[in-house]
């Protein structure tokens, strides 16, 4: 699934489908950190690879190919 910034509402449906980890392709400056916060508190994995169309490589796609 792909989104803008979540609310808890919808983290927690995330989770009753089955999710486990929610990935966050934005910088640290995007509010990164708010959205860890929530994303743990829902019991849900949280795994940053910042990326922009300025820096993003195939070591990016590695990062996001082995997360479970």
Do not use: C
């Amino acid at each position: 699934a792909v989104s803008g910034r979540p609310s808890p509402e919808a983290l927690a449906k995330l989770k009753e489908s089955g999710f486990r980890t929610a990935i966050d392709l934005r910088q640290p400056s995007e509010g990164v950190a708010i959205v860890r916060q929530a994303v743990e508190e829902q019991g849900l994995t949280f795994v940053s690879v910042p990326v922009t169309p300025d820096t993003f490589t195939a070591g990016d796609v590695k990062k996001v190919e082995t997360v479970s």
